[in-house]
């Protein structure tokens, strides 16, 4: 058997599975609108806010779109660091929209600096930020970018939240966010199948004025239905019922600062092993709290750690797009513990320290005070 801990999905509890597993209901019944209203009070709490909140049958992908099309008509900057934040870029172009990028290398992440450089030069009327970046573990300083957006306030703060709520602090309200959004298949540790907006009055009032929405994300048609506590189009009723069960525990049971305590904790756990061979490929400055992304040395087998590591039971991700075979990522997230890290780390242990012993040679690869390696000599 085998566990996930991978950026997401990412394992979901027996409970939540079984959860499931209820009957049916209708979805314009008065037993949904309960279950729908239940969910949306959880997420309002979860995220600090009080915007509307909007269940969407899609992917968080759908939502980005969403998100361009209610609240764009002409012009968006776009902030890309990453392979999603290039996503949300793209998105934008194909739905006809002037997309400015504002970009850095990967494994960085935009200063508050470059973003009001370009809001002081031209104005916008959203940008797009992905918060936690999925393919190379970089977490945007998002307090800071929010001070400079409050300067703008004609301009829309739309945020990608998808690996990094439920792990988290993300305090919608304080932070100023127009739209956040997010999935169920990552550190809310839920199976895939829907995905979440809280959208604020701004950004509603800003898509009254927007044409050409579209008819299955627009902000008005989500908005009349969400009023009562539905959805426009049939929901995935048998997640929602695992959603309801699981926040309920996140909120009631766990505690959401506890939840974000366990998460720093495990993040710390995973980094402590890691420096003892790997470096970061993220800029320190900009780690996310639910994943790590590790840079491998040129004579480490990237591809072949990764196959290993599953045959002990543990499923990591390789890296994304250009990083594969370059780096590994660990997603510490969800509901796993610290006794999972541990029980990881061990097997993972064994593994990197065989690469190590049977491939490193000292005259050839420079050791840096971050790889003080530690080789098990036979």
């Known amino acids: 058997m085998t566990k996930l801990f991978i950026p997401g999905p990412t394992e979901v509890l027996p409970q939540n599975l079984a959860a499931q597993t209820k009957p049916l209901i209708g979805h314009r019944s008065d037993e949904y609108a309960q279950l729908q ?101 970089a977490r945007a300083p998002i307090k800071q970018l929010s001070k400079i957006m409050q300067k703008y306030p004609q301009t829309l703060f739309l945020v990608d939240g998808v690996s990094i709520v439920g792990g988290e602090l993300v305090d919608v309200d304080r932070l100023g966010i127009d739209v956040l959004l997010f999935g169920t298949q990552k550190a809310l540790a839920l199976p895939p199948g829907i995905a979440f907006m809280s959208v604020s009055p701004s950004a509603l009032a800003k898509s009254k004025r927007v044409k050409n929405r579209g008819f299955y994300f627009d902000f008005l048609n989500l908005k009349k239905y969400a009023d009562r506590h539905q959805t426009p189009v049939t929901p995935p009723i048998s997640l929602l019922y695992a959603v309801e069960k699981h926040l309920n525990h996140i909120i009631n049971e766990e505690g959401l600062l506890n939840r974000f305590m366990r998460h720093q904790v495990m993040a710390k756990r995973v980094r402590d092993w890691g420096q003892q061979y790997f ?10 709290g639910t994943i790590t992304n590790f840079k491998t040395p040129t004579f480490f087998d990237t591809a072949s750690f ?35 890290i541990e029980k990881m780390l061990r097997k993972l242990d064994s593994l990197v320290q065989q690469q190590f012993n049977e491939n490193f040679n000292p005259i050839t690869y420079e050791i840096t005070n971050r790889q003080q390696i530690r080789l098990k000599r036979a």
């Open 37 to 137: 209203e239940s969910i949306e009070n959880n997420l309002k709490e979860l995220l600090y806010t009080k915007n509307d909140v909007f269940l969407c049958v899609s992917s968080a992908t759908g939502c980005m779109e969403a998100a361009v099309r209610n609240c764009v008509q002409e012009n968006v900057l776009c902030l890309v660091n990453g392979a999603f934040s290039e996503r949300w870029a793209t998105i934008a172009e194909q739905n006809g929209k002037k997309v400015t990028r504002l970009e850095v290398p990967w494994g960085s992440a935009i200063t508050p600096e470059k973003l009001e450089k370009l809001l002081k030069r031209k104005s916008y009327e959203a940008v797009t930020l992905v918060l936690s970046e999925t393919s190379t573990g």
């Open 306 to 340: 990764i196959k290993q590591a599953k045959a002990k039971g543990f499923i990591i991700s390789n890296g994304y797009g250009p990083l594969k075979n370059k780096c590994f990522r660990i997603g510490h997230m969800g509901d796993h513990t610290i006794r999972d």
């Open 279 to 288: 470096d970061f490929f993220t800029d320190q400055r900009f780690l996310a």
